[in-house]
């Protein structure tokens, strides 16, 4: 304490440390930032319209988003009229749905499935915006293979038209965090839900050599199965690139372009293992029949050769049994612009099928 002018006793306030200022946000790295998570403007497209539009005019998807492959095409083919009733069985980032929608309208209905319990939430938050409320759209939590329980839940007969979409959307490929991708370091996970079964990690650790070759073969068509599949089975690579280190090492006489592809093949075949999609595939299809209407359409998306085969096989079977009225004869591939536009729509197959009306329909 000290004395003023006036004698008046006057106690001093302890000195108080400044606040701190406000964190400055980081600097955006560039028009397309290599890490995802440095991608803030593409993350938030609402915000960064103008970043968005740069990014897909240079033929890239931005982070967080992905483009519907084949949406003209897919309409053409499935004609949705209003008042049908539709299944997006994939329904990933709603892109599809959301041309469905729009025309099933009035009075039509869609109902979106995907096992993915962190991008699902976000599809209907987008389809709810576009103001598609409960009575139009409901979006459920489940594989394509769910659709007979789906339909079951809701008392649904059948629906006039059914799509799934078999690829990664690419939501899921960008984000490290899932591990799909060779591109960045992530956790070797690959699980469509991170909530149930084991990530890829696991299931490398104790698989044997010969399982892991079959998985290899008929998953990938990988053609150097037999020299991969004793150097990885029984291995632990906890990061995606531990596990393309590994297989570049093994492989130390072929250029990178044939090695990058090779690892490619091999992380698609771990995905397919780990999420047992060619069970659920078959299993979509052995019921496809009964979840469409008379005159119903179908319409699949497919991305590698175990997938379209299947779809191919039991679509032929179907139309030679009389279950089918019409199916594609030929595969349906991309056009060249949108080849281009979007680069990873390139390795995309669709193929169709029209269930046989009932004879007092014509």
């Known amino acids: ?53 740069k990014v897909l ?12 492959i084949m949406a003209r ?33 009035p009075g039509g209905r869609l109902l979106g499935l995907d096992a993915d319990p962190a991008e699902l939430p976000k599809a209907e938050a ?9 009575g139009v759209f409901t979006a459920h939590r489940s594989n394509f293979a769910g659709l007979p329980q789906i339909l079951a839940a809701a008392e649904i007969a059948g629906a006039d038209i059914i799509l799934a979409d078999l690829g990664l959307s690419s939501m899921q490929l960008d984000d490290p965090r899932r591990g799909f991708s060779m591109k960045f370091e992530g956790p070797l996970d690959m699980r469509m839900n ?3 079964g084991q990530p890829a990690s696991a299931f490398l650790a104790r698989v044997r050599p010969d399982v892991l070759q079959k998985a290899l073969t008929e998953n990938a068509d990988e053609p150097r199965a037999t020299a991969l599949a004793p150097v990885l089975a029984g291995r632990t690579f906890p990061t995606t690139t531990a596990l393309a280190g590994a297989i570049r090492a093994a492989l130390p006489r072929i250029n990178k372009e044939e090695c990058d592809l090779t690892i490619r093949r091999v992380f698609q075949a771990l995905r397919i293992a780990v999420n047992d999609e060619f ?10 029949p009964a979840c469409l209407n008379p005159g119903g359409r179908v319409a699949i998306l497919t991305f590698h050769s175990g ?30 612009d949108e080849r281009r536009s979007n ?18 329909e014509g």
């Open 1 to 53: 304490m000290k004395p003023d002018l006036g004698g008046i006793v006057t106690v001093e306030s302890p000195s108080q440390p400044p606040a701190p200022r406000p964190g400055r946000r980081p600097r955006y790295p560039g028009r397309n930032p290599r890490r995802f998570e440095d991608k803030y403007k593409e993350l938030n497209p609402a915000r960064y319209a103008e970043t968005v539009e």
């Open 57 to 68: 005019a240079s033929g890239k998807t931005p982070a967080g988003m992905h483009r519907p």
């Open 73 to 105: 095409e897919i309409l053409q083919i499935l004609a949705p009229q209003p008042g049908e009733i539709a299944a997006d069985c994939t329904l990933g980032y709603g892109g599809h749905a959301q041309e469905l929608l729009a025309r099933l309208q």
């Open 126 to 134: 987008r389809l709810r915006a576009l103001g598609y409320g409960a």
């Open 194 to 196: 991170p909530l149930r």
């Open 279 to 288: 069970s659920a595939l078959e299993t979509f299809l052995r019921h496809l």
């Open 307 to 336: 997938e379209d085969r299947r779809v191919k096989r039991f679509f032929e079977a179907g139309w030679r049994d009389g279950v089918y009225a019409e199916i594609s004869r030929e595969v349906l591939r991309p056009a060249e």
């Open 343 to 360: 680069p990873r729509s390139t390795p995309a197959k669709l193929r169709w099928a029209v269930k046989k009306r009932l004879k007092a």
